[in-house]
């Protein structure tokens, strides 16, 4: 799978606008983009995956760049609870099914 | 809609003894991955299975370590003999199906070793 780059860490004001990017620049095109969240002591809690085109729920969106070397999460209003490390992963689908994590980005929301 | 269910959420042992831990999953999914986090690390993991089916356990340590999933009842991650290194969160996550479908977890089993 292909390797991701994340910021060890960022941090965002409560209730603005939290934009975490992730560089996948060797992605491979059958590879899904996941993104995945552990909040302290809990179990990772999937966010949201794309492809090629951009994905919204009600979570988050997930923008991927057209030549698919990057994408960015975005949590469009954070609260205090999305304080958590964010983890993005590629995976190809046809190639196995594990999730590969790496070091993530720790989110701190600030009041 | 329940989730993923892990029991124990904690587990202590000593050294030599066994550990079960055990990982119901979502309704309706019949892929089960474990994964271990050890302290201050990343998750790894260990082993993928379909129900009576071991499909990948690339990630399990040779020795000591086994996992099942029977047609009836929970997964069960099995560790033998343990030792202070296996002190680690076990975490368990399902999905309906292979492919792009996503992975869902459970909350974990701290397992301490004395």
């Known amino acids: 799978d292909a390797k991701t780059t994340q910021p060890p860490s960022m941090d965002c004001a409560e209730g603005r606008a939290a934009n975490l990017p992730c560089n996948h620049s060797?992605?491979?095109?059958?590879?899904?983009v996941y993104w995945y969240r552990q909040i302290h002591s809990q179990g990772p809690q999937y966010i949201i995956h794309?492809?090629?085109n951009n994905e919204t729920n009600e979570m988050a969106s997930l923008i991927i760049t057209e030549d698919r070397k990057s994408s960015t999460l975005i949590l469009p209003h954070a609260t205090l609870r999305d304080t958590a490390v964010y983890y993005c992963?590629?995976?190809?689908?046809?190639?196995?099914?594990?999730?590969?994590f790496g070091g993530g980005t720790r989110l701190m929301v600030k009041p | 809609n329940a989730g993923v269910m892990q029991n124990p959420r904690h587990l202590v042992r000593r050294r030599g003894q066994e550990a079960r831990l055990r990982c119901s999953p979502m309704?309706?999914?019949?892929?089960v991955y474990w994964y271990r986090q050890l302290p201050e690390e990343g998750l790894k993991f260990m082993v993928y299975?379909?129900?009576?089916?071991?499909?990948?356990e690339s990630g399990m340590p040779k020795e000591r370590f086994s996992a099942e999933f029977p047609k009836e009842g929970p997964s069960i991650l099995r560790i033998q003999q343990v030792v202070r290194g296996d002190s680690a969160a076990y975490f368990c996550?399902?999905?309906?199906?292979?492919?792009?479908?996503?992975?869902?977890f459970g909350d974990g089993t701290r397992l301490s070793i004395l």
């Open positions: 992963i590629v995976r190809d689908n046809n190639a196995g099914n594990m999730l590969t």
């Open positions: 299975l379909q129900k009576e089916n071991i499909i990948d």
């Open positions: 309704k309706g999914h019949s892929h």
């Open positions: 060797t992605i491979s095109g059958n590879e899904y």
């Open positions: 794309g492809l090629k």
């Open positions: 996550a399902s999905s309906p199906g292979a492919g792009n479908q996503p992975q869902h």
